[in-house]
């Protein structure tokens, strides 16, 4: 079974930068795409970036997301998304998940629970 499991959220000012984590267990990589969504509060969750694995070609389905940057280290089955220049509206649950294609959120068939972003002055 596919377990994630993020890390690295938390409460950050306006222009500040995070990165999260996300350890994935039991992932055969059958499927080498594997992102992160975003849900912001009162929102749908939608995709914000993915990555392949295997050649390492990176997805982000917002241009203005061009401040975020998703790498993955397969040896320690971790996938990362740095984000910079944070500002409020990126306010939300970041979520891992895969597969990850296009940002689509009906084709992931494994989540992980979640974790918390705050940006707030």
């Known amino acids: 079974e596919v377990r994630l499991v993020e890390s690295g959220g938390g409460l950050v000012q306006p222009g500040e930068s995070l990165r999260l984590s996300c350890t994935a267990s039991?992932?055969?990589?059958?499927?080498?795409?594997i992102g992160w969504f975003r849900q912001a509060p009162g929102l749908e969750r939608e995709g914000v970036s993915c990555?392949?694995?295997?050649?390492?070609?990176?997805y982000y389905t917002d241009s203005n997301l061009r401040r975020f940057s998703i790498s993955s280290d397969n040896a320690k089955a971790t996938v990362y998304l740095q984000m910079n220049n944070l500002s409020p509206g990126d306010t939300g649950t970041f979520y891992c998940?895969?597969?990850?294609?296009?940002?689509?959120?009906?084709?992931?068939?494994?989540w992980g629970p979640g974790i918390q972003v705050t940006v707030a002055s």
């Open positions: 998940a895969t597969p990850c294609l296009l940002g689509v959120r009906e084709l992931v068939r494994y």
């Open positions: 039991g992932y055969t990589f059958d499927d080498p795409t």
């Open positions: 990555i392949r694995t295997d050649d390492g070609s990176a």
